[in-house]
């Protein structure tokens, strides 16, 4: 019983960094109809700045956190303003041709900045400096939970419940919803696309950018193939939610997690993944709309 | 007296000067590097230590006076296909004698009929997978994986006599699901029941979970069989969960690389080595060390020792043999080859074109970050 | 003179070799992309073809133009199962979809090693002559063009362009895309087992996320509304990092995204732009 | 004899009715107005008979079968062509390729004989292509046909789009606002080619907003207003009716205080 609960505290702390990285990852696709392959390369980026901070710079945590995830959040405004903004010209969002011309600017930028994170930590796996970090260990009777833990679980709550507040209470969240749906009809409603969907890949950015950070120190693994990992957990999380959904984009995360560390736990961690990938095919064929989404849909 | 003597010097001369030579002049060796990639970071440690090797022997004319190695180096990015690609420009280069190259087992295999095919020397110097090296075309300068396991298992269960294992294993490498049943059989011969086997997957980064799962198993030694990633991450996050227990772990650790990350949990965790800048000591290996230190800043791991021997080997076949020689020429005088004169490991027998490297040492880190013998 | 064609032949004929083996899979990417699905199951079919046409070759005496067949049967056959299931998507979930089953392509073939040889792959001592992979790339360039010019190819035009006036026009676009992702099947499966038989050996890793997308960059880079937009794209796929060792070996991935940025900004619709060329000659 | 029936259509949209219990037919070798202001309803109508929508209630018959529930291709494939009030044509198509989509029904040749380019495909090609001539230059666009479509006129566009309708030879033709955009001279060049189409044994169902076109146009007309059927018969009766004379003048009396 100790194990169980040790291990679903532990899927958890993992299914909140697919949670974080996904509601990064679904705020472009929502927003602006990309699915884009570069985004595990913004949290390694912001991993690596994060790390630098404190390695070369010896700035104190919290400021390094915030450094990493401003570099995440303006690697990505780089990469949608040379990327994805010349091809905005085909027209509304979800347009085939310009969702399909997005998807091969961000291989290109993914290869780009991948490539790039190499040359920066020298082709190896880093850490951040032991001590830089929160290490204290919460003990609860027989059960403990590391400080990083805590921290990432606190991060999704924070993050998810701030995404849902912006997209639901805000004018900022409507315009965005805005912009999504129709850019140039946006643009005729008084919302300035442009400012809109530069903040929205700035917010993507940096929150996929923070999962990055918190990934790389909880598994004390900072490289270019960073991301990547997260990058196929954060798209399933996803789907699975509803891609325009921060609750389901969460909840789906928590649920990757859990079902991955207990695969691994008490079934075949082989098939582990497995399991979570035929999940978000299950999710796919019934529920394409994601956990909170209306079932039914019509073809376009 | 005197007499024998000068005789004994005239005949050490005498064998001291090949009888023939190389023609002065530049022999070129392709390599295949994986320099970019998902192995860079031992990729750019193997390339690195030929590229000493072929600066020493151009420098200290080993293959005669003005007589060099030139390393041709190509991209694999540890791709097969690209690595065939480069393979191929590299043999096309008829200049080419002899080329080197390979990390994973499944591109060496798939450049080996290559080889075979084109009559190109092939000396592999990464992959491990039994059965590469076919004579007299492609060899091996790694030895094969499991002895140095089974030594090391003896030698703890000798030492420290643990009565449970669970074993940590990468189930997606064929290479450590190797080394994991040398060792497992060796502990259980020894004694020591299996009471877990905790599977981790090559892209895995988080091991909170497995490591949690081992401590449940409650083991008197938890022994790691993965790369060097998974293995530091796994040391890190059982440490990091509080197990102070015994651990092992194997030689990819080793690299001054994984201290810097890791840092004290991996203190007083055993790996077995063949070659280790801190605590390999033949004037060989010495010498090794310094210059490679002198050239790139940092001492040398085992990668770069194993890319530093392919290139040796390559060059002794070349000084065997006379005036202007073939591919053909130089595979037969590779082949003759039994005993590396150049080695860092202190002996590398090579039997069959697959050497073997005898694993003597059982190191361990210390919690400020030295390597030493290990004690339990 | 003779041997520096004989050496240019020797060091880049693989690189032919791999750029038309990729050919077909961007062929595979651009049969369903040019009915309006952008799928990335072409991995998946190219694993089905691969591992039972090195299956073939290592338990069997069958020759090499049955094995073929059969690879490219077997991709067919995947890619109509699949195409059952996932065409009751829409665009865009079905995208997703079929990268959710490349990655699950992965995790069966791991742990079914009776069949795949689990993570240790096949070896195939089994060499392929280009003559053969060259010849079936032309037969099947050939039927592309055919279908193009086809009723089919125009209808599967218009069910990409515009769905709903295709099917007021009386075109099912389920069948077509039926169609169009069973004939994606069978190349992709072709390709499968041309790859395994370059390669020499088939593993994971060779059908796995890293193929999707350089085969969907290599038809939107060649152009994806022209039937030989795809060989060229993949010819100019396998070629850039050859070209690019040459000039910047260090960076040479930065490079590659480089040029394919640069192509994809300042001609979106790939090279070779049928609209384009003939708005020009309209502008004439 | 009716070549279409509807019984009591309602459509609506997330609780505005569109169609509200609308009944009507359309007798062969016709050519039927459906007339109604902006909003009335009109181009729901078009969408429900062509199967792109389907009716929450009633029936829609197409030459006896019920289509209600049928799919656009399989209305299609029962005799129905159309054009959109917006000319809808393919990216990148030249006006050729446009009418020989159109032509899809009758394609006449199996998958494998267009892969294997058989003799019978390419024969089968040739005529598909020589019958798509034939009606571009019904239209008056025979010169065009190797033209890219997208940079031709509007006007030009719209004949194309007919010419497209034709290639499946359908029973039953719906043209939606064929007229619109069009000066009069060309407005009344689409009035003589629906009327030689009826000649030829073709039935037209026609929206139109323009109470002269339809007037000239059309043997007999319905018109609607906020979805409901407010009168229908021959053009002069019904342009007569008063309600039809408040649905639009008074409307249009509206608009323009609106716009002042």
């Known amino acids: ?300 | 007296m005197l007499r024998r003597t000068l005789a004994a010097l005239a005949a050490a001369a005498l064998l001291a000067t090949p009888a023939f030579a190389l023609d002065a002049g530049a022999y070129k060796v392709g390599f295949v590097t994986d320099n970019t990639g998902p192995l860079a970071f031992a990729g750019m440690s193997f390339s690195r230590g030929a590229e000493l090797a072929a600066a020493q022997i151009s420098a200290g004319g080993y293959m005669g006076i003005g007589t060099k190695l030139e390393l041709v180096e190509k991209e694999g990015a540890g791709d097969a296909a690209r690595s065939i690609q480069s393979y191929n420009q590299l043999i096309a280069d008829r200049s080419v004698l002899a080329t080197s190259c390979c990390i994973l087992s499944p591109i060496a295999g798939a450049l080996k009929p290559i080889a075979l095919n084109n009559k190109v020397p092939l000396v592999i110097y990464g992959a491990t997978a039994p059965g590469l090296p076919s004579l007299p075309y492609v060899y091996s300068v790694t030895g094969l994986p499991g002895p140095a396991e089974v030594a090391m298992s003896k030698h703890i269960a000798a030492q420290a006599k643990p009565q449970t294992v669970a074993y940590f294993v990468l189930s997606d490498n064929e290479a450590f699901q190797a080394r994991f049943k040398a060792s497992q059989a060796a502990m259980e011969a020894a004694g020591a029941k299996t009471v877990g086997v905790v599977n981790v997957l090559s892209a895995d980064t988080d091991f909170t979970a497995p490591a949690t799962q081992a401590i449940a198993l409650k083991p008197d030694l938890m022994m790691v069989y993965t790369t060097q990633s998974p293995a530091a991450g796994i040391v890190a996050a059982v440490r990091a969960r509080g197990w102070t227990g015994m651990m092992s772990a194997n030689d990819a650790i080793s690299p001054a690389a994984v201290f810097k990350k890791i840092g004290p949990p991996l203190a007083g965790v055993p790996f077995p080595v063949n070659f280790s800048p801190d605590a390999s000591e033949t004037p060989k290996a010495k010498g090794f060390i310094e210059a490679y230190t002198a050239k790139h800043g940092s001492a040398p791991d085992l990668y770069s020792a194993q890319g530093y021997t392919a290139i040796w080997l390559i060059a002794q076949g070349l000084k065997s043999l006379p005036g202007k020689p073939t591919r053909e020429a130089l595979a037969t005088a590779l082949s003759k080859i039994t005993v590396l004169e150049h080695d860092v490991y202190g002996g590398l027998p090579i039997t069959g074109g697959q050497a073997e490297t005898r694993y003597t040492l059982f190191l361990n880190w210390t919690a400020d970050g030295k390597i030493t013998a290990w004690k339990p | 003179m003779m041997d520096i064609v004989e050496d240019l032949w020797a060091a880049y004929a693989s690189t032919l070799g791999f750029a038309m083996v990729n050919a077909f899979f961007a062929l595979a990417t651009y049969a369903t992309l040019s009915a309006g699905i952008l799928s990335f199951g072409a991995v998946t079919f190219g694993a089905a073809g691969g591992f039972l046409g090195a299956q073939m070759v290592l338990h069997s005496t069958v020759p090499l133009p049955l094995i073929f067949l059969a690879a490219g049967l077997a991709g067919a056959v995947v890619s109509l199962l699949v195409a059952m299931i996932f065409l009751r998507l829409e665009s865009h979930w079905m995208a997703l979809a079929s990268l959710a089953l490349v990655l699950i392509t992965r995790v069966v073939v791991l742990n079914t090693p009776d069949l795949t040889g689990g993570v240790n792959g096949l070896s195939i001592p089994q060499p392929l002559p280009l003559e053969w992979l060259a010849g079936l790339l032309v037969v099947t360039v050939g039927a592309f063009y055919a279908l193009d010019r086809s009723w089919y190819g125009i209808a599967a035009r218009a069910v990409r362009e515009d769905t709903s006036v295709a099917t007021c026009m009386g075109i099912d676009p389920r069948r077509i895309q039926l169609i169009a992702m069973g004939i994606s099947g069978f190349v992709g499966g072709l390709g499968g087992v041309m790859m395994a038989l370059m390669l020499q050996f088939v593993s994971p890793d060779t059908f796995f996320i890293h193929v999707a997308f350089t085969m969907i960059a290599g038809v939107v880079l060649g152009g994806s509304h022209h039937w030989f937009g795809p060989v060229l794209g993949a010819a100019v796929f396998t070629a850039l990092p050859t070209v690019m060792q040459a000039f910047i070996p260090e960076m040479q991935d930065i490079g590659n995204g480089a040029a394919l940025l640069l192509i994809m900004i300042f001609l979106p619709r790939g090279l070779l732009d049928p609209r384009a060329m003939r708005l020009r000659r309209a502008r004439k | 004899m009716t070549l279409l029936a509807l019984a009591d259509v309602t459509k609506s949209f997330g609780g505005v009715t569109a169609v509200g219990g609308l009944s009507f037919t359309v007798r062969p070798r016709h050519v039927v107005g459906l007339m109604g202001p902006n909003g009335a309803g009109k181009t729901t109508i078009i969408n429900l008979i062509s199967g792109l929508l389907h009716p929450d209630a009633g029936t829609i018959r197409l030459g006896g079968q019920p289509v209600t529930r049928a799919r656009p291709h399989e209305i299609a494939g029962g005799g129905l062509a159309r054009t959109y009030q917006n000319v809808r044509l393919i990216s990148g198509m030249t006006a050729l390729e446009q009418v020989i989509v159109g032509s899809y029904l009758r394609r006449g040749t199996s998958l494998l004989a267009s892969i294997l380019h058989l003799p019978a495909a390419r024969a089968a090609a040739r005529a598909t292509r020589a019958d798509a001539m034939d009606l571009l230059a019904r239209v008056g666009m025979a010169d065009r046909a190797d033209t890219l479509a997208e940079t031709l006129s509007y006007g030009e566009q719209r004949r194309i789009e007919i010419a497209r309708a034709l290639a499946s030879q359908p029973k039953l033709l719906l043209l939606d606002e064929p007229t619109a955009g069009m000066n009069a001279a060309e407005s009344a060049e689409i009035g003589r080619l629906v009327h030689a189409l009826r000649d030829d044994g073709l039935t037209v169902l026609m929206v139109e907003h323009n109470m002269r076109l339809v007037a000239d146009f059309c043997e007999h007309v319905v018109v609607m207003n906020f979805g409901r059927k407010i009168a229908e018969g021959p053009p002069a009766a019904c342009i007569a009716d008063p309600a039809v004379q408040e649905a639009y003048f008074g409307k249009q009396r509206d608009a323009q205080r609106h716009r002042a």
């Not at chain 1, 679980?153 to 965005?176: D, Y």
């Not at chain 1, 903040?199 to 940096?206: C, E, P, Q, V, Y």
């Open chain 1, 1 to 300: 019983m100790e194990l169980f609960f040790a291990q679903l505290l532990n899927g958890c702390a993992l299914g909140a960094l697919y949670g974080l990285f996904g509601i990064g990852f679904g705020l472009v696709f929502a927003t602006m109809g990309i699915l884009n392959a570069a985004q595990g390369a913004y949290a390694s980026w912001a991993a690596i700045v994060a790390m630098y901070a404190i390695d070369l710079l010896g700035l104190p945590f919290p400021v390094a956190v915030l450094v990493g995830i401003l570099a995440g959040g303006m690697v990505a405004v780089l990469v949608d303003q040379i990327g994805f903004e010349p091809l905005r010209r085909f027209g509304p969002g979800l347009h085939q041709a310009a969702m399909l011309g997005a998807l091969i600017t961000s291989i290109a930028f993914w290869i780009m900045l991948e490539s790039a994170a190499g040359f920066a930590t020298g082709q190896q796996s880093l850490a951040f400096p032991p001590g830089s970090y929160p290490a204290a260990v919460f003990h609860a009777g027989p059960m403990m939970l590391p400080a990083m833990q805590a921290i990432t679980l606190a991060g999704l709550v924070v993050v998810g419940g701030g995404m849902h507040w912006i997209n639901t209470r805000t004018r900022f969240g409507a315009a965005m919803r805005a912009v999504g749906w129709d850019p140039v009809a946006a643009g005729l409603g008084g919302v300035n696309a442009r400012v809109i969907v530069i903040a929205t890949a700035f917010l993507s950015g940096g929150i996929s950018g923070f999962a990055g950070i918190l990934s790389g120190i909880s598994t004390a693994n900072v490289s270019a193939s960073l991301g990547q990992g997260l990058m196929l957990k954060g798209f399933a999380a996803v789907v699975v939610g509803g891609y325009d959904d921060i609750r389901g984009t969460a909840i789906a995360g928590l649920a990757l997690g859990v079902l991955e560390v207990f695969c691994a736990q008490y079934l075949s961690s082989s098939w582990r993944d497995g399991f979570a990938y035929a999940l978000l095919l299950g999710f796919l064929m019934l529920r394409p709309r994601g956990l909170f989404g209306s079932a039914g849909f019509t073809r376009a």
